[in-house]
């Protein structure tokens, strides 16, 4: 069993992608259309956004050099 994730920081180089699979922490299933958003920890700025697919795959492409967060938004019954 996969615990949930929280508060991470990615650095990433310029032109870098970040990706990942969201899942179910009970079932381990994908869990599709979550909202995804890197932002620069220093400031609010959100120059990256995306969904999981119906395979909870996403990919958030073209950051430019920094340090960045993901914040994630549930849609149906998940709370992330």
């Given at each position: 069993?996969?615990?949930?994730?929280?508060?991470?920081?990615?650095?990433?180089?310029?032109?870098?992608?970040?990706?990942?699979?969201?899942?179910?922490?009970?079932?381990?299933?994908?869990v599709g259309g979550i909202s995804l958003q890197a932002f620069?920890?220093?400031?609010?700025?959100?120059?990256?956004?995306?969904?999981?697919?119906?395979?909870?795959?996403?990919?958030?492409?073209?950051?430019?050099?920094?340090?960045?967060?993901?914040?994630?938004?549930?849609?149906?019954?998940?709370?992330?």
């Amino acid at each position: 069993d996969a615990a949930p994730v929280n508060d991470i920081v990615v650095r990433v180089t310029e032109g870098a992608s970040i990706a990942g699979r969201v899942t179910d922490v009970v079932t381990g299933q994908p869990v599709g259309g979550i909202s995804l958003q890197a932002f620069n920890p220093d400031g609010m700025d959100t120059p990256c956004e995306g969904k999981s697919g119906e395979d909870g795959k996403y990919l958030l492409r073209g950051l430019d050099q920094g340090r960045y967060m993901i914040s994630a938004t549930a849609q149906d019954n998940y709370v992330v």
